[in-house]
């Protein structure tokens, strides 16, 4: 059993810089990929990263790609999302996931364990 938590949403100014965090409890932790998802009002949760525990492969949706970043600390047991040039198309509620794979899905389906949500707004 895994339980996480998200912190670190907020209020933004488009063009500007968030930091999620998601603690994870559990003493294997490094074996679990981890994921982050979002679901916009009216919309369908989608992937925006992930990170394998083999290397830290890491996958983002076209959208995200090069103003997010994920990445994980294991000794913590968290992984972070660090997103920069935030746009308002980008507000959500933001979601940590974890499932214990060898892969990296992109499908939250694909995911065991959920935290509760941290929402992200940024205003135009």
């Known amino acids: 059993q895994v339980q996480l938590v998200e912190y670190g949403g907020g209020l933004v100014q488009a063009g500007g810089s968030l930091r999620l965090s998601c603690e994870a409890s559990?003493?294997?932790?490094?074996?679990?990929?981890m994921g982050w998802f979002r679901q916009a009002p009216g919309k369908e949760r989608e992937f925006v990263a992930g990170?394998?525990?083999?290397?830290?492969?890491?996958y983002y949706a076209d959208s995200v790609k090069g103003r997010f970043t994920i990445s994980r600390d294991n000794a913590k047991n968290t992984v972070y999302l660090q997103m920069n040039s935030l746009k308002p198309e980008d507000t959500a509620v933001y979601y940590c996931?974890?499932?214990?794979?060898?892969?990296?899905?992109?499908?939250?389906?694909?995911?065991?364990?959920w935290g509760q949500g941290t929402q992200v707004t940024v205003s135009s």
């Open positions: 559990g003493r294997t932790f490094s074996k679990y990929v």
């Open positions: 990170i394998g525990w083999i290397g830290g492969i890491t």
């Open positions: 996931a974890a499932v214990w794979s060898v892969t990296v899905p992109r499908r939250n389906g694909d995911y065991d364990y």
